[in-house]
């Protein structure tokens, strides 16, 4: 049995259908059972959230393993599996972590910060853990879906490339990860086959979806401005600006063949996602 969580996100859900077409049990924490409807009937449903400890335990007992994602807080929930994993014979754990766990300095860069005291916390912990760091997900354009209908982009990561990576590709290093040996203790940068701007992708994003799309170039600073005119928190906008700050110096400018070593399949390129979700765009 393998507990995966975020399996309503753009890797979770990915994971728990290859394994589920591989013949494996799978249980998947979710915190509204109607969000999974889409999920194959064979998987089992464990209604929980990260930041509820007596769920967790209750979904984590009886699996070899936990593909483990994470959104919000800093290393609270990453505690909480560490503590009910334990309790539950010890299995085995794949961290959804990121590129930016790993790019340094961490001090100016609190959204990375985050992720490397998560990545920190599981390794002294004992447990067997790997650490998934993928750079860029496609679906982030998917963040652009409204303002393409309108016929325009605005991104703040000026000439600064991205290794983008389909999250496809990512849940088959995850599938890899859960269900061979070898891989506990390794920690894995995944990334596309190529790296481009987001004017790069935002051009790809017009050709295949037959729509003439402008590309607006704002600072990470007015990009952070315009969140909080938008209702964004500024502190939760601080940060983006930061995060941006680091892609607009080109830090996610680089590819890997990790995704290849791990699965013998080359990984797929943003053209190919963005033709597959082409009607998210419409
Ligand atoms: N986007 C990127 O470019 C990128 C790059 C590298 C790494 N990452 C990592 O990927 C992860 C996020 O990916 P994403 O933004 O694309 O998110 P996402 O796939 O949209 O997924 C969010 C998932 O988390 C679940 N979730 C949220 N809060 C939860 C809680 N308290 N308890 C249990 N489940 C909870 C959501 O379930 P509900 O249905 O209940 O809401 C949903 O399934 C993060 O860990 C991030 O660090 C992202």
Request: with cysteine.
């Amino acid at each position: 049995m393998y507990l995966i969580t975020g399996v309503t996100g753009n890797v979770g859900g990915p994971v728990a259908r290859r394994l589920h077409e591989k013949g494996r049990h799978v249980r998947a924490l979710v915190r509204a059972p109607s969000r999974a409807a889409g999920l194959p009937s064979g998987i089992e449903l464990a209604v929980g959230d990260l930041n509820d400890p007596d769920s967790v335990s209750k979904a984590v007992q009886g699996v070899e393993a936990v593909f483990l994602m994470q959104v919000g807080g800093r290393t609270e929930q990453t505690r909480t599996v560490i503590d009910v994993a334990r309790e539950a014979g010890a299995p085995r754990i794949v961290l959804l972590s990121s590129v930016g766990a790993r790019q340094l300095p961490l001090e100016t860069n609190p959204i990375g910060a985050a992720l490397a005291a998560r990545e920190q916390v599981l390794s002294d912990s004992g447990l067997g853990v790997t650490y998934l760091r993928p750079n860029t997900f496609a679906s982030n354009a998917l963040w652009w879906r409204e303002e393409i209908r309108a016929g325009k982009a605005v991104d703040p990561t000026g000439d600064g490339q991205h290794g983008v990576i389909d999250p496809d590709d990512i849940a088959r290093v995850a599938l890899a990860a859960l269900t061979q040996d070898g891989h506990v203790g390794k920690g894995y940068f995944l990334t596309g086959s190529e790296a481009l701007t987001s004017r790069e992708q935002v051009e790809i994003l017009a050709e295949v979806t037959g729509r003439a799309i402008d590309f607006e170039d704002v600072t990470p600073h007015e990009f952070a401005q315009a969140a909080i005119d938008w209702g964004t928190p500024p502190e939760q906008a601080y940060m983006i600006e930061r995060l941006n700050e680091v892609f607009r110096a080109g830090r996610a400018g680089f590819v890997t063949d990790d995704v290849e070593n791990i699965t013998g399949q080359a990984p797929g390129t943003f053209r190919a996602w963005c033709e597959r979700n082409v009607d998210a765009f419409r």
